[in-house]
């Protein structure tokens, strides 16, 4: 028997990605740092601005996500967001990243006063930040 379950990750306009041989997906929810394998309980939950780690066949995939939502049930994991990166093209999203670093450091600068958009923002920024810490040292 397989020990593999399906992933499909999507945007509003398209499929970014879809396995039916995934071995383990890590998520950032915002309960913490989520780890699903075969068999796991159902689950819904929302992502937070992070990184999904995708096992297929002893490969590794890495995505940075900036926000949605994931729901596992019947060795069937969805992810839906609005903003997903595939890290493996480091070159070409560099400037993507340094944008929107900026863009919410802007964004932060104006809030005072809404709590959960201030916490959001600042996971934001700090996954993007330690993302081109990674890109530079790599």
């Known amino acids: 028997m397989s020990e593999k379950f399906k992933l499909d990750i999507v945007q509003p306009d398209k499929i970014f990605f879809t396995n ?3 071995e383990e997906v890590i998520l950032p929810a915002v309960e913490g ?5 075969f068999n796991h ?11 999904i780690r995708v096992i297929v066949d002893n490969s590794t995939h890495n ?3 900036d926000d949605g939502f994931f729901e596992f049930k019947e ?7 609005s903003k997903i990166i595939d890290l493996k ?3 070409e999203i560099r400037n993507d990243i340094n944008k929107m670093i900026d863009e919410t450091k802007k964004e932060l600068s104006q809030l005072s006063d809404d709590d959960q958009r201030i916490f959001i923002l600042n996971q934001r920024l700090e996954s993007l930040n330690s993302l081109n810490w990674y890109f530079l040292k790599f």
């Open 89 to 91: 093209n480091k070159g």
């Open 41 to 51: 309980i159902p689950i819904i939950s929302f992502l937070k601005p992070g990184f």
């Open 63 to 65: 995505f940075y996500v």
């Open 20 to 22: 039916e041989n995934v």
């Open 75 to 81: 060795n069937s994991l969805s992810i839906l967001t």
């Open 33 to 37: 740092e989520i780890g699903i394998l």
